[in-house]
């Protein structure tokens, strides 16, 4: 048999449309025999020789939304001349937005976190490995070093920051009912961050543009969130 020359070319494929068909027809409603189908030339044989199943395609689609706003983060992370107060700045400025990419705001509402315990796991197995202690614990420990952050706790920091930021502060996973509690959220944020030696701002425009992108008005009358 031969030998396939160019299997990122062939993955990029096998990606490109299983990801169109976990909106058009959601995670749950797509088969292996479905993204084979419509792959035209490839086997099924060439399909399962990159992904054993369609748990490790969805995985691989995680990673593919994400890694350019991981890869922005690492480079303000080894960026020179800049403090760490100022890196960190520049990644709550510059922060991928995480869950609320295309990809997840035009699947069906099965890819909604809150209902998908797949998504929320798959959304957050790296939350601290990468995004607390890869990515923002040694930018504090640099402000630390520099005199720009004052923490005695820079791995506690990075990790509380990691989940409050990319949990309780994202919509998707568990939203505002509505803009003025959205608002006080990223009040908290700035609030607890400058007690904690982070004198930082966020700013809640962003917050609320997510947030109105994904509801478009208030949740309290009964829409998409369960307050159970």
Not at 1 to 22: C, G, Q, S, Y
Not at 192 to 209: A, N, R, T, W, Y
Request: glycine residues 8%; aromatic residues 8%; charged residues 25%.
């Amino acid at each position: 048999m031969a030998r396939n020359k160019h299997p990122e070319e062939t993955v990029a494929k096998i990606l490109d449309v299983a990801m169109r068909l976990f909106v058009e027809r959601g995670y749950e409603q797509t088969s292996m025999q479905n993204i084979i189908d419509e792959l035209g030339g490839l086997t099924k044989g060439a399909v399962y020789h990159h992904f054993s199943s369609k748990e490790e395609i969805f995985l691989a689609a995680m990673d593919r939304v994400t890694a350019p706003g991981v890869e922005r983060l690492r480079e303000i992370r080894d960026a020179e001349g800049m403090t760490g107060r100022e890196k960190i700045q520049a990644m709550f400025d510059n922060g991928a937005r995480g869950v609320d990419s295309a990809f997840f705001s035009q699947a069906d509402p099965e890819l909604d976190p809150m209902r998908n315990p797949r998504m929320l796991a798959t959304e957050y197995r790296d939350l601290f490995a990468v995004s607390a202690h890869e990515l923002m614990m040694p930018v504090i420990e640099q402000g630390v070093e520099d005199g720009s952050i004052q923490t005695e706790y820079p791995r506690e920091l990075a990790e509380a920051i990691a989940l409050l930021n990319n949990l309780w502060c994202v919509p998707a996973f568990f939203p505002a009912h509505d803009e003025e509690e959205q608002t006080r959220r990223v009040a908290f944020m700035n609030a607890f961050m400058k007690g904690m030696g982070l004198d930082i701002v966020l700013d809640p425009q962003v917050s609320l543009e997510t947030w109105r992108r994904r509801y478009g008005g208030s949740l309290a009358d009964g829409g998409a969130r369960s307050s159970g």
